[in-house]
């Protein structure tokens, strides 16, 4: 096939906008050999076009004219990797309406107007990709929208979030918590405001879009039950080791009953789990479906090049599927109601400080057995008149094992409140 | 877009074939949104129309005629489902060069025939799609060939056969070979006859193929230099364990100057490095590039609906490429040299019989630093009258790492062969 030339334009030349030049501009011909066509960046929307670039863009490629880009017939395909919700959302708005692909590294924006996005492109019947608005470089979105069309995925694990593993790896090794975040800043693994990488709104907004895609239902980034990792102290991290644990933010999305639960908490981990093998700030998607049981995607979560790979890889796979009609549907095709929380089952690691009296356990066993909560495991550790009780639940339904927990902290002996978390485990607990 | 129908055809309706056309059937309707077209099984070739199937094919779909699948105008794309090398080779490439597009689930046919079927595709302008044919549902060939298209993949580390796997991974409780293989074969996980996944055939032929994409030259299955999991010892297991290590069967791909390097062999896996965790009979493909760091793709390698996941995918991907000339480039589009196997680098694990007496580690030591190979790690342990010795070895191209270990022998102190096996370890060593 005769090599066509594919016109593309960038709204942004940043980071990743001159590394995407870069790319296509160095991997031209592998390109051009698996599409047919040479891809070329014409246009790119830039507010200041006197700035210097890492890869400059040739001569009258920077432009600060939005129009010049939407109504130019020779661009094909619009990459949007200038980030933030506005101006970024009403371009890609216009750019879908006029006909024009778009690829988005967006994840804000994805997270924020998915669904508004994703009708808007089925509606002018042109693609939306957004492979790099989640975990850069790891091809989570391809996989699930072309992979696994066929496989009813049902549940989404997660460490989406490379900043909280690198600060949670370190506490293993007896880090604090402000030295972990103080070495996770000093490498650049975590910016100098880190809120919402701790407090977990950056993995949400990820498990949002990834939920959304895999369920077809919108999940608003407010939908998502959020808990983010500063409350977690050494001694969490000591009592998951000794369980064989590790302490790891991770995001789990439920499709069940036909309902969705997407939340985002520290969980304890079992080192056996894929999840627990993920060092320090790269990322790891499980997804687990009815024909494949489960596959998980582990790489770079972060990062200019890595994020421009999978813009190229969104460009090319626009290119590769023009005019088929391929994903032109609306991704988000049906309204599933939300999991009413407390049905929400798993395991979960307890830890309870009692005052060391008889009769606690006892209370705190009948409390779980009398709302059908069983204990797979239990530490008991004296202190000084005091104990620390850590469990291990069986998978149970989280309103039972709150409604458990209630009571037990009603008890005088039973000292501040429980701490509870998730367990992520192999094993079915 | 109004749904057109696409006709599809099987060749072979085993456990694949029928578990294809269960899932064509019962996601129809995920398969049409996200194409605009209803795939339909309407042919499938089998040896015998009378057979029982564990998802009975519609009537007149069965046929025995191969011509009644070529020449079906109304036949859109073929999946290969049968195995073997012929009659299955001889089909497709037929169906290729009528311009029919085939999915094959056949390993044996890609590992051997692979370069050929590849031109043919491609002379026949027509695609070629195979991810069954490496690791079942794991999406690494649409990976590798639609997301890191502009990312050079240069080094691919895979634990590519489960069966190998699991018993690896029962020697470390303990078990010996012959315990940890009749269990395998009791679960299923390994064949009455397991030659081809012990002595590392089966690992070879997913790493030809793997390389074959990933370096866009033909990776022979005969150019893959193997050795199965024979002869691990519990020995072996004992040692890595006290490294910190597993041992694993990888396979390693590796582009090196212009020249292509595949080897399946035992190594030395340290803990802390993804592969590492890899469980039981599941499989692991760790993509190493310029752009994207490593990606790392775990899940079940085999199984009947895994693979037929794949097929599904396959299929849909084709449907939504067709008329693009998307992927109807030649996988194999060079011809690179094949790496010399003496200078192929990694860092070692060397185990050494000696006897007890003064001398020998100095020698040992001396012969090491005259090839330039430095030691990273040494334990000795006394037995009654000789010694072990453990090495970790610094990164070396293994050719000096060899001549070393000749001298080494020679020395009449040294007792038996040393047991040489390559270290995968995230710290550069």
């Known amino acids: 096939m005769a090599s066509v030339d594919v016109g593309v334009a960038l709204l942004g030349y940043g980071t990743v906008g001159a590394s995407v030049s870069r790319m296509l501009a160095e991997s031209g011909d592998e390109i051009e050999r698996a599409t047919g066509h040479r891809l070329r960046v014409i246009r790119a929307l830039v507010r200041d076009t006197a700035k210097e670039r890492s890869f ?20 094909n ?12 959302g009403g371009y890609v708005r216009e750019l879908l309406r006029a006909g024009k692909p778009v690829v988005s590294a967006n994840k804000q924006l994805v997270a924020r107007e998915g669904a508004e996005l ?25 996989v699930l929208r072309e992979s696994l069309i066929a496989t009813n995925v049902h549940r989404i694990l997660g460490i989406v979030n490379g900043t909280t593993n690198f600060i949670l790896s370190r506490m293993e090794r007896g880090d604090s918590y402000a ?56 001694a969490h991290v000591a009592a998951a080791a000794d369980l064989g644990m590790v302490v790891r933010l991770v995001g789990i999305a439920t499709l069940a009953n036909e309902a969705v639960d997407v939340r985002v908490q520290p969980a304890f981990v079992a080192r056996s789990h894929p999840l627990a093998a993920v060092d320090g ?23 200019g090049t890595e994020t421009a790979s999978a813009v190229v890889a969104d460009l090319v796979s626009v290119v590769g599927t023009a005019g088929t009609g391929f994903l032109q549907n609306d991704a988000c095709w049906r309204e599933l109601d939300r999991l009413d929380p407390n049905a929400w089952r798993s395991p979960f690691y307890v830890h309870l400080d009692v005052a060391d009296r008889p009769g606690v ?67 079915s607990l």
């Open 56 to 75: 400059p863009a040739a001569d009258g490629v920077l432009t600060t004219d939005f129009a010049a880009i939407r109504d130019d017939p020779n661009i």
């Open 77 to 88: 395909v619009v990459a949007e990797v200038m980030g933030g919700l506005e101006p970024a």
């Open 118 to 142: 994703f009708a808007t492109a089925s509606a002018a019947g042109v693609q939306l990709r957004f492979e790099a608005s989640v975990c850069a470089a790891i091809p989570v979105v391809k």
């Open 179 to 234: 030295d972990a975040l103080a070495e996770a800043q000093e490498l650049g693994y975590a910016e100098a405001d880190p809120s919402d990488d701790v407090n977990g709104a950056d993995a949400a907004a990820k498990m949002a879009i990834l939920a959304t895609v895999a369920f077809g239902s919108r999940v608003a980034i407010d939908e998502v039950e959020t808990r983010g990792i500063t409350e977690i102290e050494p």
């Open 281 to 303: 700030a790269f990322n790891a998607v499980m997804l687990q479906g009815d024909a494949i049981r489960e596959i998980t995607l582990e790489g770079p979560g972060a990062g």
């Open 361 to 427: 356990l006892a209370h705190a066993a009948s409390r779980l057995a009398a709302h059908e909560v069983s204990v797979a495991q239990l530490v008991q550790r004296l202190g000084d008149g005091q104990a620390a009780l850590d469990l291990v639940l069986h998978e149970a339904p989280l309103g039972q094992v709150a409604a458990a927990l209630a009571e037990i902290s009603a008890f005088p002996e039973v000292l501040g409140r429980p701490f509870v978390a998730p367990v992520v485990s192999d094993r």
